[in-house]
């Protein structure tokens, strides 16, 4: 109810992942490829040194890596916090990891790793009643292609405060909806490519057929 009030649009389906079908899922397809711009750590998260770079990432450690809170980054030998240890950097982290997990389902090795992926995600996936098989592929494969084309995410604007002893996040309501526009501008114009794309591929099969 919260998101179709500050966007306009109600989500149309649900997807629920518990960590350890995250975890196996990623095992099935032969882990990830994340690229981190700093070397980092969380020892409370489980999380072993991840020098800069590429780096491969089984399924204990992506989970590790997307649930980490504590992130520390190592700068001239020392350990300092990182600004990626909030709930904005993990959100960062889970789109990235996520994005290339889609992409690593549908790559050409699928075949090789079809039947261990049916049965990770079938223990512990759980999907809305509306939603079906040939959906959830056709979702996937949007994801897939768009991590390609450098997929983008959007955060509302907020800012940290305390209520008591808790830490909390306050949405800054007076720039929402600039939010919105930019999101509402760029989910258009990625709609007009895919059309125009479909468009085109159109007119080549007819002139090829010709």
Same mark, same amino acid.
């Given at each position: ?53 590429? =780096?491969?990432?089984?399924?204990? !450690? &992506? ?10 980054? *190592?700068? $001239?030998? %020392? ?15 889970? =789109?990235?990891?996520?994005?290339? !997990? &889609? ?10 790793? *079809?039947? $261990?992926? %049916? ?92």
């Amino acid at each position: 109810d919260e998101v179709a009030s500050l966007t306009g649009e109600r989500p149309q389906h649900l997807l629920f992942v518990n960590f350890e079908a995250f975890t196996q899922v990623i095992q099935a397809v032969g882990g990830v490829n994340v690229y981190l711009p700093r070397t980092i750590r969380d020892h409370e998260a489980h999380l072993r040194q991840l020098d800069a770079g590429c =780096q491969h990432l089984d399924g204990v !450690l &992506a989970l590790a890596y997307v649930r980490s809170r504590h992130t520390q980054r *190592l700068r $001239s030998g %020392i350990w300092f916090d990182d600004n990626s240890a909030s709930d904005f950097g993990r959100i960062e982290r889970q =789109q990235q990891v996520l994005s290339n !997990l &889609a992409a690593r389902i549908l790559s050409p090795t699928l075949p090789f790793h *079809l039947t $261990s992926l %049916i049965n990770a995600a079938g223990k512990g996936v759980t999907i809305d009643d509306g939603l079906g098989l040939q959906d959830a592929i056709a979702i996937a494969k949007e994801v897939a292609s768009a991590s390609k084309h450098h997929l983008h995410g959007y955060t509302l604007p907020s800012r940290y405060g305390r209520v008591g002893d808790a830490y909390v996040v306050f949405k800054q309501m007076d720039q929402v909806a600039v939010v919105i526009e930019r999101w509402e501008s760029a989910a258009h114009a990625a709609s007009v490519q895919t059309s125009l794309n479909a468009r085109t591929q159109t007119t080549n099969s007819a002139k090829s057929v010709a």
